[in-house]
């Protein structure tokens, strides 16, 4: 079966509203700094978003992003929880590339990002897209220690990724 992957960076603009919303609310916990910490983060004040968050940890030499936190909804969603594994884990395996490019870029501008990212495959013929909204957490004001996640599904086929993820 043939699985292709496309991402491109998006226009906060263009995201949905509830993207746009908790980027907002990443803002206000910001305030002066390049980035909140980890420890600003409330769960209570993100239940709206709970099943579809992650937290990643930054690794360096070699770099890595790996699930400290792994919401859900995403685990329902994809049919595997990938907590404390790396986003190199992530099939198909260009889906994985994609996303490890995306929180490359997210560290390295230190901003929030969000992404529009197709799945599609040919057997039988079927896409699944989302948007991905990447938000650096910095534990020490000057560093991006984590990425804060946050995933928006379209509506697609019950059985989607059950057919690609083995």
Known sequence: MAVTVDSSLCALADAPDDIAALQTHWQELRG????????????????????????????????????????????????????????????????GQYIFEQLCNTVESRVPTVYRVEVAYDNPSRTSASYRLNLPLSDDGENINRILTYTRFDAIPPDFWGRIIL
């Open 32 to 95: 002066t700094r390049i980035a909140p910490a980890r420890s600003d983060i409330d769960p209570a004040k993100l239940r709206a978003y709970l099943g579809y968050l992650c937290i990643l940890e930054v690794c360096h030499e070699p770099a890595d992003f790996i699930f400290s936190l792994f919401g859900s909804g995403i685990a329902d969603f994809l049919h595997r929880d990938l907590s404390r594994r790396s986003v190199r884990d992530f099939q198909p395996a260009e889906l």
